[in-house]
């Protein structure tokens, strides 16, 4: 996996992910915290993204192979998947595979929310770890192509913890209106990541298709 692929799955993890997108959510849920455990929520959500993303990249294969489940298949899965996601977020909502009315409401009373909801679902959701599972399946190679995937991931996890740790500074700047324009950009792109999945697995599953 060269360096272009793991910038391409970078970017497209940063967009899933949506670490800006989800300012709003985080000060929602850490409203009344100190500095210090605000940090430390920042903190503990970045590395459960890096840990989750980490082991869907390494164990998603086995775990679908186990299950008898082929990569085409998950793949227009988790493109469908993918797809509502992003029509949430053309919408500037917050997309219930990310979070329900419930969870957010329960948020409000866990200490740890930098774990749940903050690092999963919520930004190591079903569409990250869809696409890390289906990156990790199409790198060539054995198991160092998928630990090159750990860059990519490690990189999002610190974009994660930026975003958290600016989040005050990041609100005020940007306000609500400039971080919606931000969530729909990324949603847009994610509907094309979305549609590029669909295709490739329908593509393996029906190879006619592409005749």
Not at 86 to 91: G, I, K, P
Not at 109 to 129: F, T
Not at 151 to 169: E, G, Q, T
């Amino acid at each position: 996996m060269d360096a272009l692929e793991l910038a391409k799955a970078a970017l497209a993890l940063f967009a899933i992910v949506d670490p800006v997108g989800t300012i709003p959510v985080f000060l929602a849920t850490t409203r009344g915290f100190t500095d210090a455990q605000r940090t430390l929520a920042a903190r503990v959500a970045a590395v459960t993204v890096f840990g989750a993303l980490a082991g869907f990249a390494l164990l998603g294969e086995p775990l679908l192979a186990f299950f008898g489940i082929r990569i085409a298949s998950f793949s227009v899965a988790g493109g469908l998947l993918l797809l509502l996601l992003a029509l949430s977020m053309v919408q500037a909502h917050v997309s219930p595979q990310r979070q329900t009315p419930e969870e957010a409401e329960e948020a409000a009373e866990r200490d740890s929310v930098g774990v749940v909801p903050l690092g999963v679902p919520l930004l190591a959701g079903p569409g990250a770890i869809t696409h890390v599972i289906v990156a990790a399946s199409a790198a060539p190679g054995g198991i160092e192509y998928q630990l090159a995937l750990f860059l990519p991931i490690a990189l999002v996890a610190l974009s994660v913890w930026l975003s958290f740790r600016l989040a005050p500074a990041i609100a005020l700047r940007l306000g609500a209106t400039g971080i919606h324009v931000v969530t729909r950009l990324m949603g847009l792109i994610i509907a094309a990541i979305s549609i590029e999945m669909i295709a490739s697995g329908l593509g393996k599953l029906f190879p006619g298709l592409l005749a």
